[in-house]
């Protein structure tokens, strides 16, 4: 199982590489898809690692790195499909800070103690901000937005997502959503798999998926501060 895991977040690493070349190549919308399918793998070796419980300190950084490759650099150089006209140099320093807090962020993880992170994680996790990101270049595709406003919302998402990846705010993980849903946690689970399955099937994955996640980013720390008051 310590194997599967592994193979998983090697697939992981695959995918935000071809999401880098493909974001090289201009195919934005399928660049955010493979983000989006890292997003996935990354979920799935978690969730067989810890199922097995056979999480290795091997595998803690090798989901690091793959974390900083799939949802730090390949957002990254997806975000050109917004800001690169006319803002390069802004760019350049608007996507580099993201890329920044987001190698924080996972390096502040592998250093953390378990203890620390019993049900929550300290920061936004980088998987969130890369699939954020991903889904609304998803939405950016089907949505006729006014010139400019896309790109002025896409740099403040930037900005405000970096800033979560370093902050103390605190988001639960598997284990606080254990605590959280309790018994109906796999209904929930499976009940969102297949609204993003059927969304995915209509095209509308990016709303769905953007959707989702805002009301982690949102709603999940006052659900930490409500477990840990308890």
Do not use: W
Request: glycine share 6%; with cysteine.
């Amino acid at each position: 199982m310590n194997q599967l895991a592994n193979l998983l977040t090697i697939l992981s690493l695959f995918s935000g590489f071809l999401s880098i070349f493909l974001s090289f190549s201009g195919q934005f919308t399928f660049a955010a898809y493979a983000v989006i399918l890292s997003v996935c793998l990354d979920g799935f070796d978690g969730y067989v690692a810890r199922s097995a419980k056979v999480s290795s300190e091997f595998g803690r950084e090798l989901d690091s790195l793959v974390d900083a490759v799939s949802f730090g650099v390949a957002p990254v150089l997806l975000g050109q499909a917004f800001i690169y006209k006319g803002l390069y140099q802004f760019a350049i320093a608007v996507l580099f800070i993201y890329l920044v807090c987001a190698v924080v962020r996972l390096v502040r993880y592998n250093i953390s103690t378990k203890g620390m992170q019993d049900n929550y994680f300290h920061g936004l996790p980088t998987t969130i901000s890369g699939g954020l990101l991903a889904s609304f270049v998803l939405i950016h595709r089907k949505a006729n937005f006014p010139a400019g406003s896309a790109t002025t919302f896409f740099i403040f998402l930037v900005l405000l997502l970096s800033f979560l990846m370093v902050s103390q705010v605190c988001y639960l993980n598997l284990k606080g959503l254990r605590q959280a849903l309790g018994e109906v946690l796999k209904p929930v689970l499976i009940s969102l798999f297949i609204i993003l399955c059927v969304a995915l099937c209509r095209d509308k994955l990016g709303v769905a998926l953007f959707s989702v996640l805002l009301i982690y980013l949102i709603f999940s720390p006052f659900v930490v501060k409500r477990l840990n008051n308890a």
